[in-house]
């Protein structure tokens, strides 16, 4: 949590203490869901006394870190559409990268990267000739 820097003292302060109480905030409505099962934002609100708009803004963050995901919606209070949150990762969510071993090096002419670059002068004098001989070669 940030504020911008023409925002006024106030807004940093805020942002500094959001910064420290979101953590338990976002503590507080994993434990409602988790005791009461599928909630709306404006239920976690009510049912744990936290002010609806400190408790919308904390449900985007534990959704990217596949903490809660949406099940579908439900009427709210005042009869708008609601996303309705459940504990857990999307259901068809992608499983976490599995890191791949380290690929082999790649040779050229049997070398390593590293060895033709050092040595690419070298070899490519010595192409160089071994194609002049072949070139003197094939034109007798």
């Known amino acids: 949590?940030?504020?911008r820097k023409s925002d006024p003292a106030t807004s940093h302060?805020?942002?500094t203490a959001i910064t420290y109480a979101a953590p338990g905030i976002e503590?507080?409505?994993l434990d409602y869901i988790e005791a009461y099962?599928?909630?709306t934002i404006q239920e976690i609100a009510d049912g744990t006394a936290i002010n609806l708009v400190t408790v919308s803004p904390?449900?985007?963050p534990l959704r990217r870190r596949g903490q809660v995901h949406s099940i579908g919606k439900r009427k709210n209070p005042s009869g708008c559409l609601a996303l309705v949150w459940a504990l857990g990762p999307?259901?068809?969510a992608a499983p976490a990268a599995v890191p791949l071993p380290e690929p082999e090096p790649v040779r050229v002419l049997g070398m390593t990267?590293?060895?033709w670059k050092a040595n690419r002068t070298a070899y490519l004098t010595a192409c160089?000739?071994?194609l002049e001989v072949v070139r003197r070669l094939s034109i007798r």
Do not use: F, K
Request: net charge negative; proline share 8%.
């Open 27 to 29: 503590q507080d409505i």
């Open 1 to 3: 949590m940030h504020a």
């Open 128 to 130: 160089g000739d071994l």
């Open 113 to 115: 990267e590293t060895e």
């Open 90 to 92: 999307e259901p068809d």
């Open 13 to 15: 302060a805020a942002a």
């Open 37 to 39: 099962g599928p909630s």
């Open 58 to 60: 904390r449900v985007a």
